[in-house]
């Protein structure tokens, strides 16, 4: 998700009687149910961060939904909402509603994020800006699969797997994680969340403030929210942004594979850098010798881990989250210096360690399970590990390598949410060209979809992130000018690089 580029990137209608039935994510569906009417703002809980050049206030409140779209009038939880509101009221045209990936990571403290990295002002005085945790995060009800610090699944992502043996022992950790998932849901709410009920709580939320229609701004996982949000709810969306995408409603296995389409084509960029600086990093004179620098370090990684604990598949996921954006790459460089010489490798680098998150894994695994049935058949996924083994050799062998999902006890509630492309033409689609995680066919795969109701922007820049966070001047003027004064290209642009 943005922002957060650790390792743990590393989540309608009513029954009658005792009915047992699946309600389809439909296009035009409504929020069933009578919205709350208004909110209660306060001061948000101490651990909602504003950064101290962050002016504006921020407060929080609590907006009621059904934990089961199903039965509304049932069991009921609570979204906690951050706002950042407009102070030009002549200026103000509604609410933007914000969602920065994951799933899984809190979103509460996102109005304050953008507006610390220069969103423009006339985005702030056009909107009250919406933060929030989604259900299962934080302050959202939130849901635990019981992991320890010490579990040896530590990431969403799986582990790089050099081999089959490899991926068995991943299967087995896998169905572990799994199993303890299910025996520690015992309030039944892990079913629960998926991208199409977090779309219904978005529209519940804007109708809670207010607010005849909603803008939204999604990035990473957020653009699929958005994609569903803007299906399932036509008329109550207006101006839609969606930000490195990863290309569906949902994040599917092809979706988690093309992780690895994303590091090959964002890697050579590190590897130009690096190759510049070969007389300060060591690291290699060419981008090519730069690449077989770090294929030699993970596989000697893979014979032999460093006494602090660094093995290959670790030393994979590190540089993988290190290419997000770069800006990192400096202490990349740093990091694969400290190990090319194991002599003088310290015996312990907490930086390099995965800090597990309990919650935040636990959302993310019960939302892409959720959402799409998964292969439950290991050897798919020894098939899929070796053949992208060989197409994608930075990565492949860790993105097609098996999750929790090909184990989850909970069979998903309703299909994946369809792309809707009937509507008014007010999905803009962000696209940064190298992306290690979202790449541009994650981008041209929602435009085809969303066909006459979006525009795409493609943008010749490396990391993950493009509006405000990318810092290209193309990118921030066009998607400013749609948010303010709704002003869409009339084409798919490309904006190049600076």
């Not at 310290?346 to 919650?359: H, I, S, Y």
Request: aromatic share 8%; hydrophobic share 40%.
């Amino acid at each position: 998700m943005l922002r957060r580029t650790g390792m743990a990137l590393v989540g309608t209608l009513g029954l009658v009687g005792t009915l047992v039935a699946v309600i389809p994510a439909t296009a035009g569906e409504s929020a069933a149910g009578k919205p709350a009417a208004g909110l209660t703002w306060a001061a948000c809980p101490d651990d909602v961060v504003v950064p101290p050049t962050v002016q504006l206030p921020v407060q929080c409140a609590k907006v009621p939904v059904p934990l089961d779209y199903r039965d509304p009038g049932g069991t009921q939880i609570e979204i906690m909402v951050s706002r950042i509101a407009s102070t030009k009221p002549e200026k103000r045209r509604g609410v933007l509603m914000l969602n920065p990936g994951g799933p899984g990571g809190t979103g509460l403290d996102q109005p304050g994020f953008l507006v610390s990295k220069g969103l423009p002002t006339g985005v702030t005085d056009a909107y009250d800006l919406i933060g929030m945790d989604t259900r299962g995060v934080g302050h959202s009800a939130p849901v635990s699969c019981g992991l320890t610090a010490d579990d040896p699944y530590w990431a969403n992502i799986p582990p790089y797997a050099p081999d089959d043996a490899a991926v068995t022992r991943q299967a087995e950790i896998a169905k572990d994680v799994a199993e303890r998932c299910a025996a520690n849901d015992t309030e039944g709410r892990l079913r629960h969340l998926s991208t199409a009920n977090m779309a219904r709580d978005l529209d519940r939320i804007r109708a809670a403030l207010g607010e005849k229609k909603g803008n939204y701004y999604g990035a990473s996982y957020g653009s699929a929210l958005g994609a569903a949000y803007t299906s399932m709810f036509p008329a109550t969306t207006d101006r839609v942004v969606l930000d490195s995408i990863v290309g569906d409603t949902h994040l599917d296995r092809a979706g988690l594979r093309r992780f690895a389409l994303g590091m090959e084509q964002t890697f050579p960029d590190f590897a130009e850098w690096a190759a510049a600086r070969h007389e300060s990093y060591g690291l290699g004179r060419t981008p090519q010798q730069v690449r077989r620098t770090y294929l030699a370090l993970a596989e000697r990684l893979d014979k032999k881990p460093t006494p602090d604990g660094l093995t290959g598949p670790l030393f994979r996921q590190i540089t993988f989250g290190f290419l997000y954006n770069e800006i990192q790459y400096p202490s990349l460089a740093q990091i694969w210096q400290t190990y090319l010489n194991p002599g003088e490798a310290p015996q312990a680098k907490a930086a390099a360690a995965p800090n597990p998150q309990d919650n935040a894994l636990t959302v993310f695994l019960a939302v892409t399970c959720n959402d799409v049935e998964w292969p439950e058949d290991v050897d798919t996924y020894r098939r899929a590990v070796a053949q992208d083994r060989e197409r994608f050799p930075l990565f492949g062998a860790a993105s097609a390598n098996i999750t929790p999902c090909a184990f989850w006890k909970q069979e998903p509630v309703e299909p994946p949410v369809a792309v809707n492309d009937k509507g008014s033409r007010n999905v803009l689609i962000l696209q940064n060209r190298h992306d290690p995680v979202t790449p541009l066919a994650g981008g041209k795969l929602l435009r085809e979809k969303f066909e006459k109701r979006s525009r795409l922007v493609a943008v010749n820049e490396s990391g993950h992130g493009v509006y405000v966070l990318g810092g290209n001047a193309c990118a921030l003027n066009l998607t400013t000018s749609y948010l303010v004064d709704g002003k869409m290209p009339a084409g798919d642009r490309t904006c190049r690089r600076g």
